[in-house]
């Protein structure tokens, strides 16, 4: 399906490099997000024309969470009496967001409940901020074919690698949760090692170099494993994000009765770092974590 008209809500360091690529994809965007400066700072720069809320062919939704989305589709918070009244006929809702499966199942039901003539999307991405900028996601749609049909489109703008996961929403955010999974514990893991090789007295550049050319490699040991070993810096990725996603994964977990020790272990470590001050820092940092309860500077010193 041709689509021209799209409007994305969430104008954060992901949905902005997205909605970025759509307009440059030759879309009129429309962009919605609850700081109004934000949506006006993107359409002074974009090339194409503004569309109107009433005749877009689809939604795109970035934010942080389930309660935001609900908001967003439901109530005053960008438009009167929320987006959801407000698209026209036929239009796709394409949730793009990390949230729980049970999350992303119950959303779309209640707007089938309210606008059965709308198509809903669960797609949830991965591929961080780096590919929100590129193109490149990795995308994990679930919905009904004819759905994921019209919304081909936009994936194919947004993303490189584009996986229908199920036919019904939830699946997409449950494929997320697998994800995030190791994601999380892939970080967590890393973290461990190189901390490990400083406090065997190991120069942490050469441990870094050595593992990440070894079988032991992984893609988050060679993204972050640079910025673990360099003192804090740019955030791409915030310590909260993995306190979030990998709770997400523990109750998707729970709810499935599903045995994951790893992703707890995971998840207490992540949190015992936001709870110590350190939320804010790149999720690279769970490193400083592990140097304190090993004795060590966690600026990366030999002894605290």
């Given at each position: 399906?041709?689509?021209?008209?799209?409007?994305?809500?969430?104008?954060?360091?992901?949905?902005?490099?997205?909605?970025?690529?759509?307009?440059?994809?030759?879309?009129?965007?429309?962009?919605?997000?609850?700081l109004s400066e934000r949506a006006d700072a993107f359409?002074?720069?974009?090339?194409?024309?503004?569309?109107?809320?009433?005749?877009?062919?689809?939604?795109?939704?970035?934010?942080?969470?389930?309660?935001?989305?609900?908001?967003?589709?439901?109530?005053?918070?960008?438009?009167?009496?929320?987006?959801?009244?407000?698209?026209?006929?036929?239009?796709?809702?394409?949730?793009?967001?990390?949230?729980?499966?049970?999350?992303?199942?119950?959303?779309?039901?209640?707007?089938?409940?309210?606008?059965?003539?709308?198509?809903?999307?669960?797609?949830?991405?991965?591929?961080?901020?780096?590919?929100?900028?590129?193109?490149?996601?990795?995308?994990?749609?679930?919905?009904?074919?004819?759905?994921?049909?019209?919304?081909?489109?936009?994936?194919?703008?947004?993303?490189?690698?584009?996986?229908?996961?199920?036919?019904?929403?939830?699946?997409?955010?449950?494929?997320?949760?697998?994800?995030?999974?190791?994601?999380?514990?892939?970080?967590?893991?890393?973290?461990?090692?190189?901390?490990?090789?400083?406090?065997?007295?190991?120069?942490?550049?050469?441990?870094?170099?050595?593992?990440?050319?070894?079988?032991?490699?992984?893609?988050?040991?060679?993204?972050r494993g640079p910025r673990m070993v360099a003192p804090?810096?740019e955030v791409t990725s915030a310590i909260d994000i993995?306190?979030?996603?990998?709770?997400?994964?523990?109750?998707?977990?729970?709810?499935?009765?599903?045995?994951?020790?790893?992703?707890?272990?995971?998840?207490?470590?992540?949190?015992?770092?936001?709870?110590?001050?350190?939320?804010?820092?790149?999720?690279?940092?769970?490193?400083?974590?592990?140097?304190?309860?090993?004795?060590?500077?966690?600026?990366?010193?030999?002894?605290?």
């Amino acid at each position: 399906m041709l689509m021209k008209r799209v409007a994305v809500a969430g104008l954060g360091a992901m949905g902005w490099p997205m909605a970025e690529n759509l307009d440059q994809a030759g879309l009129e965007v429309l962009a919605l997000d609850a700081l109004s400066e934000r949506a006006d700072a993107f359409h002074r720069q974009a090339s194409g024309h503004k569309a109107a809320i009433d005749s877009v062919e689809a939604l795109v939704i970035m934010v942080v969470n389930a309660a935001q989305i609900r908001a967003l589709l439901f109530s005053d918070v960008l438009v009167a009496g929320g987006l959801v009244s407000q698209l026209p006929a036929d239009a796709c809702i394409v949730q793009m967001s990390t949230v729980a499966p049970a999350d992303a199942a119950a959303l779309a039901a209640e707007v089938a409940a309210v606008r059965p003539d709308l198509h809903y999307v669960d797609a949830p991405v991965s591929g961080g901020v780096v590919g929100a900028k590129a193109g490149t996601l990795s995308i994990m749609a679930a919905g009904e074919a004819p759905s994921l049909a019209r919304c081909h489109v936009l994936f194919d703008i947004l993303g490189q690698a584009i996986f229908e996961v199920g036919d019904r929403p939830g699946q997409g955010a449950a494929m997320k949760a697998v994800n995030q999974l190791l994601c999380g514990v892939h970080i967590a893991a890393a973290a461990e090692a190189l901390a490990l090789a400083e406090k065997s007295g190991i120069d942490r550049q050469v441990a870094l170099e050595l593992v990440q050319g070894s079988a032991a490699s992984s893609w988050m040991l060679r993204d972050r494993g640079p910025r673990m070993v360099a003192p804090p810096g740019e955030v791409t990725s915030a310590i909260d994000i993995f306190c979030k996603d990998l709770g997400i994964v523990c109750d998707a977990a729970g709810s499935s009765r599903a045995y994951t020790p790893l992703a707890h272990s995971a998840h207490q470590l992540f949190v015992a770092t936001a709870e110590g001050g350190e939320g804010r820092l790149d999720d690279s940092q769970l490193i400083r974590t592990y140097r304190r309860l090993n004795g060590c500077d966690p600026e990366g010193g030999t002894q605290a």
